[in-house]
């Protein structure tokens, strides 16, 4: 399988090669050559397969026979086997039709670690194999950093730096980060913001000099692995709820559109899917785009669902590739142009993302009373970010008998402030992580100045 740029430019790359880079020399993300498929018959012999052998048979193609498949099964099965309920990602039933796919029993009580879980493993495989060492960088305000770090706490050839604004993260978020007292893990909080932290991330990876040539690696939502391990749960739910036979629906709370866009994977690669809904809180640009095409970017907005929290959504381009019939020149100058001014999608692409894909937003006042009607209707407590998906599900469900799925991102326990605002006392932690506020931290605190973050990262790595 070979992997080329969405703007068509830079060189087609290996399986292997595209988990080792982020963004491609052009500007633009990686995709697949050609979509493998899965037949009627793959799909109805997945039903009571486990989670991991479906995960397994879904992303075999995408790996291309680049690692064999003893040890890709057996990668696979590893990074499943860190999350506490049996069926990985288990389905539970809202009402007559309606179905949460729970998302959050990994490591860090959120989405992120489906991917990040298998991520952090197959880098270690490739990095193994190659003889080499590798450095990882990140800043966080939150959910993906600890994911991150989950990932790899037990990859000998990584080293994982996150940057995180010292005393701006809630402090359940910076537990689960510096709590994990890993050799190859270090927290680095920054006296200053989140901005702060992500420029000199960014800045150190546009010049690397500081590293002697040791390969730095980004794990955020353009690494197409992240996007290929998240095709599978789309599979694994539309297969118990009896797919190939009948069709299913999925509403998604999104941001970055790294996982909408797995689903939309999913049902290019066969999957018989109605209809994607879009969810987004008061940071809306995915919503604008499809109701009003209005592709423009707008003020952040800092809500109560912090994950969706994003003014450009990165992984919208691999959709735009798509609509735009992978005309790469056309997606580089919609991209080029919508930088600097409001854009608008052209006519066609714009019908054909609307056959597929519904939208709705909603902002905090609404958040909150959407978790006390599902509390009410269902007797579920919803995370502030499925409560998106939750309203977004009900007001654009489209034909009733066809099952709607809604993606669980998060554990309410991990967003308590949105739920005690909602008038509940707040969610206990799961069992494994209730002496989460009495574990040893560690972590260091550095002045927002790149020379002096970037010396601690040259001087630590081991
Ligand atoms: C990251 C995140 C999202 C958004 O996912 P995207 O792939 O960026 O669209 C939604 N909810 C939670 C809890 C998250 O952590």
Redesign the pocket.
Known sequence: MRYISTRGQAPALSFEEVVLTGMASDGGLYVPEAVPQLSHEDLADMAGCSYAEIAFRVMKPYVGGEIDDDTFREIVRDAYATFSHDAVVPLNQLDANHFLLELFHGPTL???DVALQLLGRLLDHFLQKRGERAVIMGATS???GSAAIEGCRHCDNLDIFILHPHQRVSEVQRRQMTTVLADNVFNVAIEGNFDDAQAMVKASFADQGFLNGTRLVAVN?INWARIMA?IVYYVASAVALGAPHRKVSFC??????????AGYMAYRMGLPVERFVIATNANDILHRTLADNDFSKQELVATL?P??D?VV?S?FERLLFEAYQRDGAAVAELLERFQDEPSALAEAPLARLREMFASHSIDDATILEVIREAHHRTQEIL?P??ATGYRAAERQRGDASVPMVTLA??HPA??AEAVVKAGFPGVPLPPHMDDLLEREERYTVLPAELAEVQRFVAEQRR
Do not use: E, L, W
């Open positions: 959120a989405f992120k939150g959910d993906t939502s998240q998604v709370p999104s941001a970055n559109f790294g996982n909408v866009f669902a994950s969706m994003i959504s992984n995370d970010h499925t991102t998060a991990k967003f």
